[in-house]
């Protein structure tokens, strides 16, 4: 059975921890999102420097570890007997949607994309703010994450399931 007190308290640490990285590595050199940038503002940046290609692979480590480490371990704490892999992958699934959820609404749409802190976005974005926000690929990003959800969902319920 899928406790809903657990998913949300656990879903709160994981997107408020994850978050809170996510706004650290932005802190500290937004270059290393550009990929994440609308077509239009990636265009008019220069590529990436191999110090920001480092720094990318800095932050990578801890946030690939928090987004499976995190639901792994939540997932992990609910089986026992009786729980089957359905309850497992809902679980699992729903943490990873409830991330991707605020992502995209409360980092890229309201954070990034009205308030715009001018000390986490790319000059590019400054110099031309009209084309940072794109709705459409907002949109086309929030389903790829529901599709990387349901994946990586797959994949940590059937380790803790193997795991036992």
């Given at each position: 059975m899928i406790s809903l007190e657990r998913i949300l308290i656990d879903g709160a640490l994981f997107t408020l921890g994850m978050g809170a990285l996510?706004?650290?590595?932005?802190?500290?050199?937004?270059?290393i999102w550009l990929q994440d940038y609308p077509a239009a503002l990636r265009q008019l940046a220069a590529p990436?420097?191999?110090?920001?290609?480092?720094?990318?692979?800095?932050?990578?480590?801890?946030?690939?570890?928090?987004?499976?480490?995190?639901?792994?371990?939540?997932?992990?704490?609910?089986?026992?007997?009786?729980?089957?892999f359905l309850t497992l992958y809902l679980h699992a699934f729903v943490l990873l949607n409830l991330f991707n959820l605020f992502d995209a609404v409360v980092l890229d749409w309201?954070?990034?994309?009205?308030?715009?802190?001018?000390?986490?976005?790319?000059?590019?974005?400054?110099?031309?703010?009209?084309?940072?926000?794109?709705?459409?690929k907002l949109v086309v990003d929030y389903f790829k994450g529901i599709v990387f959800s349901a994946v990586g969902a797959l994949i940590i319920a059937g380790v803790v399931l193997v795991a036992g």
């Open positions: 996510i706004l650290t590595s932005l802190w500290v050199n937004p270059r990436l420097s191999a110090g920001e290609k480092r720094q990318q692979i800095i932050f990578l480590i801890p946030l690939l570890l928090g987004f499976f480490g995190i639901p792994y371990l939540s997932t992990r704490a609910i089986a026992g007997e009786g729980v089957g309201l954070f990034l994309g009205l308030l715009r802190p001018k000390s986490l976005l790319i000059r590019e974005a400054l110099e031309h703010p009209e084309l940072v926000m794109d709705n459409h």
